[in-house]
C-alpha cells in the first residue's frame, strides 16, 4: 500500500509542477518528464483515432457510392499521419497546454442525414474551422456553453448516442450475417457489454476502446475470420486534386450553395466541441491535485488548433470532423498525467500506425470498428447526456430534441429545444439559469438562420 501511494504522490507532483513553455519550443525530458503511465492514453488514443476516421471514411462512402478499394484506408492513413504531425509540433512542442486534434465521433450517425440535406464535406469542415477560429480568438465557448441549457446539452448527446448505436448495431449485424455468423453479433455484444460493467466497477473505463479492440479480435479468430492485409508501408497521399476529383469523386463543391446547406450542420458540430470539452475537463478536475491547473487542458488554444486542423485537413482530402482527441484525453485524465509526454508518444505511435499501414487494416476491421464505436463513444455519450439531465423539464426539453431530431433532422431537433428552453415555452423552475436579452437574440437568430437554410 505504501508503494501505491508514494506512486499517487509522485504523479500528483508531477501534474502540480507541470509548467512547460507555451508557444516557445520544449524539449522533452528537460522541460516535461515521462512516466510509464504516459503509454496507456497513448495507445488508446492511437487505436481510437484509427477506428473513428474509419467510421467517417465508410459513413461518407456508403453515402456518396465511393468504390474505390483503398479510399478508407488511404484516408485513415491521411488524416492519423496529418493529426500525428500537428499533435507532436504544437500539443508536445509549442504549447502542451492543448489537447490534441481528435474526431469528432458523435457526428458519424447524422452524416446518412447530412448527404441526403445534399450537404458537401469539404465546404462544411471549412466552415466548421472558421466559425471555431472566431469563437475560439473571441473566447466565446462559454458563451456557446451557456446558450445550450441543460436539457438541450442532454438532449443533443442522448440523441447522437441514441443514433449512433442504432448504426452500429445495424452495421455490425449486416456484417456478421455476410460472414454467416448470426451469433457471432449477439456474443460480441455481450463480451462488450461485460467489459463495459467490469471496466466501470474497478473504475478503468479509460480501457474500454483498446479493451473491446482485443476481444473483437479475439472473438472473430476464434470464428475463423481474419482482418484483411492490404495497406502496405507507405506515406498519405497529398494531392488534394485527387482526392475531391478522383477518389471523392464529388468535386471540390466550394461554392456559396454547399457552404449554405452546410451552415447549420457546422453550427451544430461546433456546439459539440464545448459540450465534449467539460466533459473531459470535469474528469481531468476529479482526478488531478486542486493545485495542478496548469495539467488541465487550455480549452481555447486547443479548439485553435481543432479548427485548423479541420480547415487544412479537409483540403487535403480528409474525411473526419475533428474536436478533441477524446479517447486521448480521458485515459489521460484517469491515469493522472499532464500532456506533454504522452502526447508525444501519441504522435509517434501515430505516425507508425500511418506508415506500417497494417494497423488500419486491423482497426478497420468490422467487428473491432462498431465495437468500439458503441461501446467506447456512444454508450459513454448517454451516460453522459442522462448525467445531465438534472430535472423533469430538462428531461422534456431533451425530449423534444430526441423526438424531433429522428423523426425530421438532428440540427432541427437541437434548435427547438434551444428554442423551448431559452424562451421558457418548457419552463424549469428548478433551473436558476438567467439568460440575457444579447443571449435570447443569439437564440431567436441560430432558430432563423436554420429554418431558412432548411426552408
Same mark, same amino acid.
Given at each position: 500500500?505504501?508503494?501505491?501511494?508514494?506512486?499517487?504522490?509522485?504523479?500528483? #507532483?508531477?501534474?502540480?509542477?507541470?509548467?512547460?513553455?507555451?508557444?516557445? %519550443?520544449?524539449?522533452?525530458?528537460?522541460?516535461?518528464?515521462?512516466?510509464?503511465?504516459?503509454?496507456?492514453?497513448?495507445? !488508446?488514443?492511437?487505436?481510437?483515432?484509427?477506428?473513428?476516421?474509419?467510421?467517417?471514411?465508410?459513413?461518407?462512402?456508403?453515402?456518396?457510392?465511393?468504390?474505390?478499394?483503398?479510399?478508407?484506408?488511404?484516408?485513415?492513413?491521411?488524416?492519423?499521419?496529418?493529426?500525428?504531425?500537428? &499533435?507532436?509540433?504544437?500539443?508536445?512542442?509549442?504549447?502542451?497546454?492543448?489537447?490534441?486534434?481528435? &474526431?469528432?465521433?458523435?457526428?458519424?450517425?447524422?452524416?446518412?442525414?447530412?448527404?441526403?440535406?445534399? @450537404?458537401?464535406?469539404?465546404?462544411?469542415?471549412?466552415?466548421?474551422?472558421?466559425?471555431?477560429?472566431? %469563437?475560439?480568438?473571441?473566447?466565446?465557448?462559454?458563451?456557446?456553453?451557456?446558450?445550450?441549457?441543460?436539457?438541450?446539452?442532454?438532449? %443533443? %448527446?442522448?440523441?447522437?448516442?441514441? /443514433?449512433?448505436?442504432?448504426?452500429?448495431?445495424?452495421?455490425?449485424k449486416v456484417w456478421a450475417d455476410i460472414s454467416n455468423e448470426s451469433e457471432l453479433f449477439v456474443l460480441l455484444l455481450?463480451?462488450? /457489454?461485460?467489459?463495459?460493467?467490469?471496466?466501470?466497477?474497478?473504475?478503468?473505463?479509460?480501457?474500454?476502446?483498446?479493451?473491446?479492440?482485443? +476481444? +473483437?479480435?479475439?472473438?472473430?479468430?476464434?470464428?475463423?475470420?481474419?482482418?484483411?492485409?492490404?495497406?502496405?508501408?507507405? /506515406?498519405?497521399?497529398?494531392?488534394? #486534386?485527387?482526392?475531391?476529383?478522383?477518389?471523392?469523386?464529388?468535386?471540390?463543391? $466550394?461554392?456559396?450553395?454547399?457552404?449554405?446547406?452546410?451552415?447549420?450542420?457546422?453550427?451544430? +458540430?461546433?456546439?459539440?466541441?464545448?459540450?465534449?470539452?467539460?466533459?473531459?475537463?470535469?474528469?481531468?478536475?476529479?482526478?488531478?491535485?486542486?493545485?495542478?491547473?496548469?495539467?488541465?487542458? #487550455?480549452?481555447?488554444?486547443?479548439?485553435?488548433?481543432?479548427?485548423?486542423?479541420?480547415?487544412?485537413?479537409? $483540403?487535403?482530402?480528409?474525411?473526419?470532423?475533428?474536436?478533441?482527441?477524446?479517447?486521448?484525453?480521458?485515459?489521460?485524465?484517469?491515469?493522472?498525467?499532464?500532456?506533454?509526454?504522452?502526447?508525444?508518444?501519441?504522435?509517434?505511435?501515430?505516425? !507508425?500506425?500511418?506508415?506500417?499501414?497494417?494497423?488500419?487494416?486491423?482497426?478497420?476491421?468490422?467487428?473491432?470498428?462498431?465495437?468500439?464505436?458503441?461501446?467506447?463513444?456512444?454508450?459513454?455519450?448517454?451516460?453522459?447526456?442522462?448525467? &445531465?439531465?438534472?430535472?423533469?423539464?430538462?428531461?422534456? @426539453?431533451?425530449? @423534444?430534441?430526441?423526438?424531433?431530431?429522428?423523426? @425530421?433532422?438532428?440540427?432541427?431537433?437541437?434548435?427547438?429545444?434551444?428554442?423551448?428552453?431559452?424562451?421558457?415555452?418548457?419552463?424549469?423552475?428548478?433551473?436558476?439559469?438567467? $439568460?440575457?436579452?444579447?443571449?435570447?437574440?443569439?437564440?431567436?437568430?441560430?432558430?432563423?438562420?436554420?429554418?431558412?437554410?432548411?426552408?
Amino acid at each position: 500500500m505504501r508503494k501505491n501511494n508514494s506512486r499517487q504522490e509522485l504523479l500528483n #507532483d508531477d501534474l502540480i509542477s507541470y509548467n512547460p513553455k507555451q508557444w516557445r %519550443i520544449n524539449i522533452p525530458f528537460k522541460d516535461y518528464n515521462f512516466r510509464v503511465e504516459d503509454i496507456v492514453p497513448a495507445l !488508446s488514443g492511437a487505436i481510437g483515432k484509427v477506428s473513428l476516421v474509419a467510421a467517417f471514411a465508410v459513413a461518407w462512402a456508403a453515402g456518396f457510392n465511393i468504390t474505390n478499394p483503398s479510399f478508407v484506408t488511404e484516408n485513415v492513413r491521411l488524416e492519423i499521419v496529418f493529426a500525428s504531425i500537428l &499533435t507532436i509540433l504544437f500539443c508536445a512542442t509549442l504549447n502542451p497546454y492543448a489537447g490534441p486534434p481528435g &474526431t469528432l465521433a458523435p457526428l458519424i450517425p447524422i452524416i446518412p442525414v447530412m448527404i441526403s440535406s445534399g @450537404v458537401h464535406p469539404l465546404p462544411l469542415s471549412i466552415l466548421i474551422g472558421v466559425i471555431g477560429l472566431v %469563437i475560439s480568438a473571441f473566447r466565446y465557448f462559454s458563451k456557446v456553453v451557456e446558450i445550450n441549457g441543460k436539457g438541450t446539452k442532454g438532449g %443533443i %448527446i442522448l440523441l447522437f448516442g441514441f /443514433l449512433g448505436i442504432s448504426s452500429s448495431l445495424e452495421k455490425l449485424k449486416v456484417w456478421a450475417d455476410i460472414s454467416n455468423e448470426s451469433e457471432l453479433f449477439v456474443l460480441l455484444l455481450i463480451v462488450g /457489454l461485460i467489459l463495459y460493467i467490469l471496466l466501470n466497477k474497478f473504475k478503468a473505463r479509460w480501457l474500454i476502446i483498446p479493451a473491446c479492440a482485443i +476481444a +473483437a479480435i479475439a472473438i472473430s479468430l476464434y470464428f475463423g475470420l481474419f482482418p484483411t492485409f492490404k495497406t502496405g508501408i507507405g /506515406l498519405p497521399i497529398i494531392n488534394p #486534386d485527387m482526392w475531391w476529383s478522383e477518389k471523392w469523386g464529388i468535386g471540390w463543391g $466550394l461554392n456559396a450553395g454547399n457552404f449554405i446547406k452546410a451552415l447549420p450542420f457546422a453550427l451544430l +458540430a461546433v456546439v459539440m466541441w464545448p459540450i465534449d470539452a467539460l466533459a473531459i475537463k470535469t474528469i481531468q478536475e476529479a482526478n488531478y491535485p486542486k493545485e495542478a491547473k496548469k495539467a488541465v487542458f #487550455d480549452m481555447n488554444s486547443t479548439y485553435i488548433i481543432v479548427s485548423l486542423r479541420n480547415i487544412v485537413g479537409a $483540403l487535403l482530402g480528409g474525411a473526419q470532423i475533428s474536436a478533441i482527441w477524446r479517447s486521448f484525453m480521458i485515459p489521460l485524465g484517469m491515469v493522472k498525467r499532464p500532456i506533454g509526454a504522452s502526447a508525444l508518444i501519441l504522435g509517434i505511435l501515430g505516425l !507508425s500506425f500511418g506508415i506500417l499501414g497494417f494497423p488500419i487494416d486491423i482497426a478497420v476491421f468490422p467487428p473491432l470498428l462498431w465495437l468500439v464505436l458503441i461501446f467506447g463513444v456512444y454508450i459513454p455519450l448517454i451516460e453522459v447526456g442522462l448525467n &445531465t439531465i438534472k430535472s423533469a423539464a430538462s428531461a422534456q @426539453v431533451a425530449a @423534444v430534441c430526441i423526438i424531433a431530431g429522428i423523426a @425530421v433532422n438532428p440540427v432541427l431537433g437541437w434548435i427547438a429545444s434551444i428554442f423551448v428552453e431559452n424562451f421558457e415555452i418548457i419552463k424549469d423552475s428548478e433551473n436558476d439559469r438567467i $439568460l440575457s436579452a444579447k443571449d435570447r437574440y443569439i437564440t431567436a437568430g441560430l432558430v432563423i438562420v436554420t429554418v431558412i437554410t432548411f426552408f
